[in-house]
Every structure is written in structure tokens, then in C-alpha cells.
């Protein structure tokens, strides 16, 4: 069963999506979905047997949508997409410092800054392998590369130190 984390507004919630997309569990409390497309971005969502309306713009994960005429924001992550997030925002809010720490046990494939390099909101740092799947972790925040801790080929645990921006 896929696993999701959906962010309404300043609420989050865990969904689980079992195999055939027709149900879903949301902060444990199951619901069964069905969802018929009505026009271009608009759809018809019976849950649990209870018709809304849904009108989605943006997307696929970061979307604004109209639920029976009211607008909200949602947006929706993978456990993989939340870990990479947490473990490369700096914990410390308003810090001038931010450190990048490996979200996963990895091999670094590639290092795409060097030290000294000024570096934009969502540029690539690093390029992690795990589980034969490469994962680029991105820059949350403009800044100057301070320290690079790894170098390509190197195998980095859980929570290391990659690098840290000024």
C-alpha cells in the first residue's frame, strides 16, 4: 500500500492508497474513494458515498484546489521526498549556516559544487545512490558553499555531514 504525506494548509496527514487507487486511509480513518474526471481540471469525488466537486490547478504534487467552491492549498510528498526534505533543511530556523546531512545510507556519485561556489534555491549539491536509485539532494535556500565533507565514490551513513552553505 503507497504511503503519502499530504499537507493541507497547516495541517499534515499520512494517507495510505491501497492497490487498486479505490480506497485510502487518512490518519487512520478509512474512506472509499471513486473518482470520475468532469472536465478539464474539474472532478467528481464520491467519498464514502458522499459527492464532491474538485478542481485542481498546478500539480502533480503541489497543487491549489476549489473542493465545493472552497480554495485550498495541498501538497503531497513521498516518504522518500519528506526524508530528503527534513534531512536537508537546517533545523535551526534563520540560521546563516545550513547543513546538508545524507537522508539515506548511500554512495556519492557526484559532487556539483566545490567550495566557494555561490549556489541558487533548488540547484543540485550531491547526487546520492541507494538501492540502485539516484536521489539528487538540492539546495532549500541560496547561499555559498563553506565545506564539502565527501567526496565521489565515498559511502555515507544515515545523518553524515555532506556539506554545509553560509
Do not use: W
Not at 494548509?9 to 487512520?28: K, P
Not at 557526484?110 to 549539491?125: C, H, M, S, T, Y
Not at 550531491?126 to 541560496?142: D, F, P, W, Y
Amino acid at each position: 500500500m503507497p504511503r503519502c504525506f499530504v499537507a493541507l494548509g497547516d495541517q499534515e496527514y499520512i494517507a495510505d492508497v491501497n492497490e487498486n487507487g479505490r480506497g485510502v486511509s487518512v490518519a487512520g480513518t478509512a474512506a472509499s474513494l471513486h473518482v470520475t474526471r468532469i472536465g478539464h481540471s474539474q472532478y467528481s469525488v464520491l467519498v464514502n458515498g458522499r459527492s464532491v466537486t474538485v478542481v485542481f490547478a498546478g500539480g502533480p504534487t503541489d497543487l491549489d484546489i476549489l473542493v465545493n467552491g472552497k480554495r485550498c492549498h495541498l501538497k503531497v510528498m513521498s516518504e522518500r521526498e519528506k526524508l530528503l526534505m527534513a534531512f536537508s533543511k537546517n533545523e535551526a530556523a534563520g540560521s546563516k549556516q545550513l547543513e546538508i546531512h545524507a537522508p539515506m545510507p548511500a554512495l556519492v556519485v557526484k559532487v556539483e559544487v566545490a567550495v566557494g561556489d555561490e549556489v541558487k534555491l533548488g540547484q543540485g549539491l550531491v547526487v546520492l545512490e541507494a538501492m540502485k536509485m539516484e536521489n539528487e539532494i538540492k539546495c532549500h535556500r541560496g547561499g555559498k558553499i563553506r565545506e564539502i565533507h565527501i567526496k565521489q565514490g565515498q559511502a555515507v551513513e544515515k545523518g553524515d555531514l555532506l556539506m554545509i552553505l553560509e
